[in-house]
């Protein structure tokens, strides 16, 4: 308000000024300033080209020439007009005054005032000129700032101007800390870029505009206009500036104390910027604007007053504060934005009605009345209700900031469907909202932690929608409450892909949820519990409630309610724990609950239509809780107990397990499939299970049962890869597994085990039972394994048994396809093992293989293909291993096989039953023919006969016949293996063969010494041929070998006798080495024995030259073409005959020729190679040319010597015509060495040489020989003399 001093100046001035306008001079004149020759005093006369100061009626001009001269005016100035059109400088000193009707500047030159009142009526400014006061009062009645970079400064004093009109681009009005300038009538800033600042820049606090009560302002610019000075209005103001608008900068603010009205065809800005920016409202805001247009106020609000928006939209966007007594107000179809910067609506102000209130940023505190039914929000703000506001019941409130609500509110509507919006609750606040919509992303409703914490009540619909929404409270203590009222329903649909919904609170679910998300989980972060007390509904594709990144202390309540899913593709899922007093259940698709929980006595799961899958962590099915009687029960993961009722129609393990712990139980069901991984164990003691149908067809899953449960299983398979049945070890009663129907076992590495110690469990297949083993791999067996079926096995692969696993056959066991076979697990021989009381059939393509010890009771039958038994095992009395035409039963391995007296091994086909590398005793009936490819095959009985077509040992083997006293009769005999195969003979055993064959290499026929004699006899034909083959005995070598029909001795290798060897037939020597003999054996030939080919040996082996002999009482046909060599002693009661022209036969290791035997040397030779020989008294020396005495014989001829002539070739060759009364006639002898003596004896008187022709030798050369001639007496002759013998005899001598 002014003073009464300050009333009484403006009206002096006002009246002084109309004084000089109504009453002119009377001789008013134009006074121009000198341009040249004048000084700078205004008071100089001689400085006007008038040469006299200008006057009251006067005009005075400062023309252009004059730039550079600076005028200073000291006194009182009275003018009609003042021109200053020059670039020079005027000031108006202390103590001068100016009254001046019309100012006008141009040019860029100043005008400083520092007196003490200037009054001006019309002021023209323009074109960079600068007006400065620096004290005094300055009244003006008009004053425009027109032109470009017009200055008006107020640095001092007060400027009163009724009328101001400031338009010139980028011109200044400055006004100093402490000065102002005040505006009485009418006030317009337009233009483009003007300023009104302070001076300093930061002094506009105390540098002030002063619009007056009444006074009228436009402020219009379309250019950046800025100001920090403090403009007060008190008048009306009309505020129409379009971007940038007004900037208040620094310390600049707008004090309103009467009306701004704010009106635009388009939008409105006011900005701020600097340090202080302010809008402080006492009186009144309208805001209109175009409907589709802003009026933006980015400078910071204080109202007081009232700020209405007629029409259009104001955004508050540099906070704002509404005081106690303030109000905030929009017409309809207007709205009203606080969006950045920090509002307080405080106590005592007043929001009022209105559906176009918004917050889109900032931070509003609401601490005063509150009446919008209708509020949105936007952006990342926030707005709190403080406690104790006053709030209308809210109809819709749209949130994407944080909305807090420390009082108890409620809202028909609530809608979060933009991004990051957050509805905050404080603790012990309710809020309660009739519709909750979240369909945006990254939303939460926010009940505050507390005892207790804040609720959020939805009474009628809530739907969930878009991504990552979130009901939360804190990660620490979820104690805020989000409750789905009775009656209420919602709607679950989310799309997202990650981190879809969130729950982290206390979810109360009194009404009806649908959950249908597409997206991933709903995320729960510890402690959230999901409190499903009426109904939930899953249903759509992808969905469910999971646990947020390690937050796993959350979990899901059913109360008296019920969970039903109704997916339509893949599985809902519950991935927290779940405490289930009430039904779960699944209609359609699948309902996944996978962490784990417990359903509690009077709880139920239903499968009733859908699958109900276990998929995680321990869930526990307690005492009086039921799975009802449906299809599509699953545990995929889950650890799950069952001490309830379990009684679903069909269930099945994917991965994970189930054990049923309840004692006394019974169970039924119709299909339990395991298609993938996991375990079923049944440990209920004295538990029954029935199932219809058990499909194991995974890698791996395990169905185990222990703790004397029972499991009867109609129809069971077990395909896939390393998949088990168990039946463990119980007491005092066993655990059973019953198969009753069928029972498919393939895939690989499948097993039925026990335990690690062996099992004593029953896994038994009924009689009724038909049985499959097949597959391309091992299967494994591992406890009593007991076929009262048929099973028929056709893998290609193994079945092996473990650790005291026992196959036990009772019905009838095939083993068919391309091969088959059971054996034992890694070292786990010790205790396994297979026992048939039934029928063992192999009808294979290939092989049929059991390699764990066979205990044999029944029948065990090589049907077609080869069954291998290479682990051994027994055969018991009244067994039966039996061979068909076209299958081969062979004992393979290194173990020992038992044929137990009573037992029988049938007769197959030739061939049927062979012995590959076993052990076998025989106490048994031994049917089939033998063939023995490696191993031993032992035959026991005493007194026995057997009889056999063929006996056949192509590789290697030991055959033993040890029965005393039994009898073999073999049709043919063939051993033709490569290395070691052995025929034993011993305990009196007689064996008759028709046809033998001894070839290959190092194999022997061994007849031992016993008592009765040991005997081997070859009826029809004996060959005897590859390499270092043997006929053996033992030490005492009294084992007979008797060749009764065609023999051939063939071979290249040499070969050894150990035995009396007889030969009664014909025997043909033809191989080109040795048949050695050893320590006392002998070659008997009683029959006739041709050597043929080019050199035939019986040799000795060293040092057993002196106790073998070749005894011949046959005849010895000696064919070979070069050498027929006997190098041992030779007992000949027979004849030997040279019948090869150029062959020879030599005897190199001396011999007897005795009584009746003959020697034939022609057409080939004999020879007395070695050694003594004694040609006995009635053994004959055939006639023939081909007598040789070699090497270092010593031959005694007592017997008859009938060739006409012989050679000696040795040196040390010795030979006695010891027969008495002898005559000899030798037509030509041949004595082709020297020392060789003739010896011949007569036991009388010396015959005359000239009647008796003792010697007639015809000498081969002129060489002097001896002729020896012994007589009993040499009375006639005198001791050493020489005598003549004949004319063709040069010395013979007497000795």
């Known amino acids: 308000m002014m003073t009464k001093g300050a009333k009484f100046e403006m009206l002096s001035a006002i009246l002084l000024v109309l004084l000089a306008v109504l009453v002119p001079r009377a001789d008013s004149a134009t006074a121009t300033y000198k341009t040249t020759g004048s000084t700078g005093v205004w008071e100089t006369a001689s400085n006007w080209d008038t040469n006299q100061v200008p006057g009251p009626n006067d005009i005075a001009v400062i023309p252009s020439g004059l730039t550079t ?32 009707q019309t100012f006008t500047m141009t040019g860029t030159g100043t005008l400083t005032f520092s007196g003490t009142t200037m009054t001006v009526g019309a002021w023209t400014q323009s074109t960079a000129s600068t007006f400065t006061q620096t004290a005094g009062v300055v009244n003006v009645t008009t004053l425009d700032l027109t032109l470009a970079a017009a200055k008006f400064y107020v640095n001092g004093g007060v400027a009163q101007v009724a009328t101001l009109r400031f338009q010139a681009a980028s011109g200044i009005i400055q006004i100093a800390a402490g000065s102002r300038l005040d505006v009485t009538n009418y006030f317009e800033w337009s233009g483009s870029a003007n300023t009104i600042v302070a001076n300093p820049a930061t002094g506009g606090a105390t540098a002030f505009l002063n619009i007056n009560q009444g006074a009228t302002s436009l402020i219009s610019g379309t250019g950046a206009m800025s100001m920090s000075v403090t403009i007060n209005n008190r008048g009306t103001m009309s505020y129409t500036c379009a971007s940038p608008g007004l900037s208040t900068t620094n310390a600049g603010q707008v004090n309103n104390y009467g009306t701004i009205a704010v009106s635009s065809a388009a939008s409105a800005y006011i900005t701020g910027g600097g340090t202080v920016k302010l809008l402080v409202n006492f009186g009144l805001i309208t805001v209109n604007v175009n409907a589709a247009g802003d009026f933006v106020m980015s400078t910071t609000l204080q109202n007081y007053g009232l700020v209405r928006v007629d029409s259009g939209r104001l955004r508050l966007t540099g906070g704002a504060t509404n005081y106690a007594g303030g109000s905030f107000a929009h017409l309809p179809g207007s709205s009203f934005q606080l969006e950045t910067g920090t509002f307080a609506l405080q106590a005592g102000s007043n929001v009022t009605m209105g559906d176009g209130f918004s917050f889109t940023g900032g931070t509003t505190t609401v601490s005063g009345r509150f009446e919008p039914t209708v509020f949105g929000m936007s952006g990342s703000g926030s707005v709190t209700f403080q ?4 709030i209308w019941p809210f109809s819709t409130i749209s949130v994407a900031g944080t909305l807090t609500f420390e009082t108890e509110a409620s809202i028909q509507t609530l809608q979060m469907a933009g991004s990051n919006g957050v509805l905050s609750v404080a603790a012990g606040i309710t809020v309660t909202i009739d519709t909750l919509t979240m369909t945006g992303t990254g939303n939460s409703v926010k009940p505050t932690v507390g005892s207790p914490g804040g609720t959020v009540n939805v009474t009628n619909y809530f739907q969930w929608t878009g991504n990552n929404n979130r009901l939360e409270s804190s990660t620490s203590a979820a104690t805020g409450r989000f409750v789905l009222a009775p009656g209420s329903t919602a709607n679950f649909a989310g799309t997202g892909t990650t981190t879809s919904f969130v729950i982290m609170l206390q979810f109360y679910n009194y009404g009806t949820v649908y959950y249908a998300h597409s997206g991933t989980l709903m995320l729960m972060w510890n402690p959230a519990v999901y409190y499903n007390m009426n109904a939930t509904y899953f249903s759509g594709n992808t969905l469910g409630l999971g646990y947020y990144s390690t937050y796993t202390s959350c979990s899901f309540y059913n109360g008296a309610g019920a969970i039903v899913s109704s997916s339509m593709s893949t599985a809902a899922t519950i991935g927290v724990p779940v405490n289930n007093y009430g039904r779960i259940e699944s209609v359609q698709g699948t309902l996944s609950l996978n962490y784990g929980g417990t359903s509690f006595a009077g709880s139920t799961l239903a499968p009733a239509g859908g699958t109900l899958s276990l998929d995680a962590q321990t869930f526990n099915l307690n005492i009086g809780s039921t799975v009802v009687n449906a299809t599509g029960f699953r545990v995929n993961g889950a650890t799950v107990s069952v001490a309830g009722d379990f009684q679903p129609m069909s269930w099945s393990i994917l991965q994970g397990s189930i054990t049923f712990t309840q004692g006394g139980a019974s169970f039924y069901w119709p299909s339990v499939d395991m298609p993938s991984k996991g375990t079923i164990t049944m440990s209920g003691s004295l538990s029954t299970t029935y199932i219809d149908s058990l499909s194991i067809t995974g890698n791996p899953a395990a169905f185990v049962v222990q703790n004397q449960a029972r499991v009867v299983v109609g129809s069971l398979t077990m395909a896939g890869s390393n998949n088990d049945v168990t039946v463990k070890t119980s007491t005092p009663l066993l655990s059973l597994l019953n198969v009753t129907n069928s029972f498919s076992w393939s895939g690989t590495g499948n097993s039925v085990s026990g335990d690690t110690s062996g099992s004593t469990g029953q896994f038994t297949l009924a009689e009724s039972c038909v049985t499959s083993i097949t597959g391309g791999g091992t299967q494994y067996i591992q406890l009593q394994f007991n076929n009262y079926g048929t099973l028929t096995w056709s893998p290609i692969a193994n079945v092996l048994l473990q650790s005291k696993g026992v196959l036990t056959n009772y019905g009838t066991m095939t083993m068919a396809g391309l091969s088959t076979g059971i054996t034992y697990y890694s070292t786990d021989y010790t205790y396994v093992k297979l026992v048939n009381y039934g029928l063992i059939a192999a009808n294979v393509t290939n092989t049929a293989t059991i390699n764990v010890p066979l205990h044999n009771y029944n029948e065990v039958r090589a049907a077609a293909g080869t069954l291998v038994v290479s682990y051994g095992g027994t055969g018991y009395s009244s067994s039966v291993l039996n061979t068909v035409p076209g299958g081969t039963l062979s004992m393979d391995g290194s173990q020992t096989f038992t044929v137990m007296a009573g037992s029988t091994v049938m007769n197959g086909t030739s061939n049927g039953f062979r012995v590959n590398g076993a052990t076998v005793n025989v106490a048994g009936d031994y049917l089939p023919d033998i063939n023995i490819l490696a191993g031993t095959l032992t035959f026991t009985q005493p007194f026995v006969t057997f009889n056999w077509a063929s006996v056949t040992m192509s590789a290697k083997g030991t055959i033993n016949f040890q029965g005393t006293s039994s009898r073999v009769f073999i049709g043919t005999l063939s051993i033709t293996g490569s290395t070691t195969c052995t025929l034993n003979v011993a305990g009196g055993t007689q064996v008759v063969v028709g046809t033998a064959s001894l070839l290959g290499t190092s194999n022997t026929i061994t007849v031992k010494s016993s008592t009765p004699l040991s005997m081997f006899n070859v009826t029809s034909s004996f060959t005897w041929g590859g390499t270092s083959n043997t006929l053996m005995g033992d030490t005492a070598t009294t084992g007979l070998f008797n060749m009764l029909g065609a023999a051939t001795f063939t071979g290249l290798g040499s ?34 024995m041709t050597t043929s080919g080019t050199t035939v040996t019986l040799n000795y082996v060293s040092p057993y030259q002196t106790t073998v002999k070749f005894n011949n009482y046959g005849r010895l046909l000696a064919g070979a073409t070069v050498q027929t060599a006997l190098t041992i002693s030779v007992q000949n009661y027979g004849s030997i005959e040279a019948t090869s022209s150029v062959g020879t036969v030599q005897m190199g ?44 014989s010593t031959t005694t001829i007592t017997g008859n010597f009938l060739p006409t002539t012989f050679q000696h070739l040795g040196t040390s060759t010795t030979v006695t015509f010891n027969q008495p009364l002898a005559s000899f006639e030798f037509p030509s002898i041949s004595v082709v060495t020297m020392a060789v003596v003739f010896r011949i004896w007569h036991p009388g008187p010396v015959p005359n040489h000239r009647s008796h022709r003792l010697l007639y030798v015809i000498p081969t050369t002129n060489e002097r020989h001896s002729v020896h001639y012994r007589a009993a007496s040499c009375a006639r002759v005198a001791k050493n003399d020489w005598l003549r013998c004949g004319p063709t005899i040069r010395y013979a001598q007497c000795t």
């Open 1055 to 1088: 070969q050894t006798v150990q035995l009396q060897l007889y030969n009664y037939g014909t025997l043909s020597y033809t191989p080109a080495a040795a048949i050695s003999l050893q320590d006392k054996s002998a070659l008997w030939n009683m029959g006739t």
């Open 69 to 100: 001269l600076a005028i200073t005016i000291s006194s009182a100035v009275n003018l009609n007009t003042l021109n200053k059109a020059n670039n020079a400088a005027i000031t108006f000193a202390a103590g001068s005054s100016a009254n001046i």
């Open 1149 to 1192: 290791y001396g011999g007897s020729f005795f009584a009746d035997s003959t020697l034939k040397p022609t057409p080939g030779y004999i020879r007395f190679q070695a050694q003594t020989f004694n040609l006995l008294a009635g053994s004959t020396v055939l006639a023939g040319d081909g007598i040789q005495f070699a090497g270092s």
């Open 387 to 390: 406690a104790g506001v006053a």
